[in-house]
């Protein structure tokens, strides 16, 4: 939980959770004051939760755990995952208005109409880092509201354009507003869960991309259908779904919470239970911007083709729901997770790269739109395994940095020419999952040897004090690597 605009706090006086010794129940804690010392420096780097963990004695139960985090769901997961079904509607608006005659009417020639979707990650790249740094100065809600009703305008504004110039100038603003909304959940969801709660909760907003795909079939299906002598089928889609977005905004401002620590919906005793509980505890995208094409390509009529495309997005949204789930009921696994995510998009690739078969392309298609689930569970690995709040703003940023390169060179490789097998794309695809697949290896043997390492440390100590760690060292924007007591999970 970080500090937005609110008043430095005096975090002299910090307050310790313990067990309680005599019949230990793990939801009977007892609160134990104690002095700290903090220079001023430090002082900039503290929570404002740590005001409620002072100079008290607190009970609760399990049920009481429970109740509390079901109202968390309740009020964030159904704000979240709408507003990442729009911004990815928004998105992939695109593909939908190339069906219906954009490229023709826009006069887009040659690599242009890839041009649009690598000049997105150009402003998606160049907004990471700034947006990283306002994203500690503005509270969740405003910053997300105001960044909204911008790249909702740029959708909108695209119905105007009749040229490549004012699109490739609207999609690379759009890129610069969308850029905020995953680093923001990734912040949000390490903000308001566990450490565990964290996997389910990322792979269930993440899904939506999956029923925004399945809207947007139905959608573009619909819209299909409106002739109009004025306004041509393609301008429709990006004045229809950028509105959407547009009227979402203001509710998503009014309803969510700017921290946990104003948190309306949560009384005073579940807001302090809240926090005690807190406390203690891709160059592979190319596929969604062209699918659309080659499906069309596979023989299949405008209006066939918008339907084919909503299997995609089913298997998006079962997949990652599954998957997360799965995160849940095991305590270690999520990287092997990603590695069965990885070697399905490996054979996803391989279906389209090589089948003759249509029908065979395309179950290949449907199987690649379950490979999210592999940089889902790179998010929730920077939200459960990065500690700090700045540490994690950076890293998240960096991995959005490198998310927009792979996007940027993504559609570089399907070649108009190549239409619609794209043999260089899907060759690409196939050889950076492969590459992947050995990255993720590395990245669980480097967990695993960093546990053993601290483990190791901690039973040769001799200073029990050191061991552990700092009192109340998790809201003290120490990075994992300054804490002693972190582990990571993976």
């Known amino acids: 939980m970080s500090e937005h605009n609110s008043e430095k706090k005096d975090a002299r006086s910090f307050s310790e959770a313990k067990p309680i010794t005599d019949d230990y129940n793990p939801y009977k804690l007892e609160i134990e004051s104690f002095s700290l010392p903090v220079n001023e420096a430090q002082l900039q780097n503290l929570d404002v939760a740590v005001q409620l963990l002072a100079d008290d004695d607190f009970e609760y139960t399990k049920e009481e755990a429970n109740r509390v985090l079901r109202k968390i769901d309740l009020v964030l997961m159904p704000l979240m995952c709408i507003t ?143 002739h109009n002598s004025h306004v041509s089928t393609w301008k429709f889609i990006f004045i229809i779904i950028g509105g959407l977005s547009l009227a979402w905004a203001g509710i998503f401002y009014l309803l969510f919470p700017s921290n946990p620590v104003t948190a ?68 270690r696994g999520r990287i092997f997770i990603a590695l069965v995510g990885t070697a399905l998009t490996i054979v996803a690739a391989g279906l389209v790269w090589k089948l003759k078969n249509p029908w065979g392309r395309m179950v290949g298609i449907w199987i690649y739109f379950g490979s999210p689930i592999c940089f889902v569970t790179l998010l929730s690995l920077v939200a459960s395994n990065v500690a700090g709040y700045t540490k994690k703003m950076v890293v998240g940023a960096s991995i959005f940095v490198f998310y927009s390169i792979g996007n940027i060179v993504s559609p570089q490789l399907f070649k108009s020419s190549q239409s619609p097998t794209y043999d260089m794309g899907m060759e690409a695809i196939f050889v950076s999952c492969s590459i992947t697949f050995g990255l993720w290896l590395a990245l669980l043997y480097y967990y695993i040897y960093q546990n053993r390492i601290r483990d190791k440390k901690k039973a040769e100590s001799s200073d029990q004090s050191q061991s552990n760690g700092q009192k109340n060292e998790e809201f003290m924007d120490l990075t994992d690597k300054q804490q002693a007591s972190f582990r990571y999970l993976w």
């Open 84 to 226: 990442y079904a729009l911004q990815y509607l928004d998105k992939v608006a695109l593909s939908y208005a190339a069906l219906f005659g954009m490229i023709e009417e826009a006069h887009l020639h040659g690599s242009e109409y890839s041009w649009l979707t690598t000049i997105f990650y150009l402003g998606y790249l160049v907004a990471q880092y700034p947006g990283a740094y306002i994203l500690q100065k503005l509270p969740n809600n405003l910053f997300l509201f105001v960044n909204t009703l911008c790249w909702s305008a740029m959708v909108m504004l695209m119905a105007a354009c009749s040229n490549a110039g004012g699109l490739l100038a609207l999609r690379f603003l759009m890129g610069v507003f969308e850029a905020c909304v995953s680093p923001a959940f990734v912040s949000i969801t390490s903000m308001w869960y566990r450490r565990e709660e964290q996997t389910m909760r990322s792979m269930l907003w993440y899904s939506f991309n999956g029923v925004a795909t399945i809207i947007g079939g139905i959608l573009s299906y619909g819209i299909g259908h409106i």
């Open 264 to 331: 309306r919906f949560l009384t005073p005793r579940e807001l302090w239970l809240f926090v005690f509980i807190t406390g203690t505890y891709m160059i592979s995208n190319g596929i969604t911007v062209f699918n659309s094409i080659i499906i069309k390509g596979l023989g299949f009529s405008t209006f066939r083709t918008t339907l084919f495309n909503m299997p995609s997005g089913a298997v998006e949204f079962v997949v990652l729901v599954i998957t997360g789930l799965i995160s849940t009921r095991i305590k």
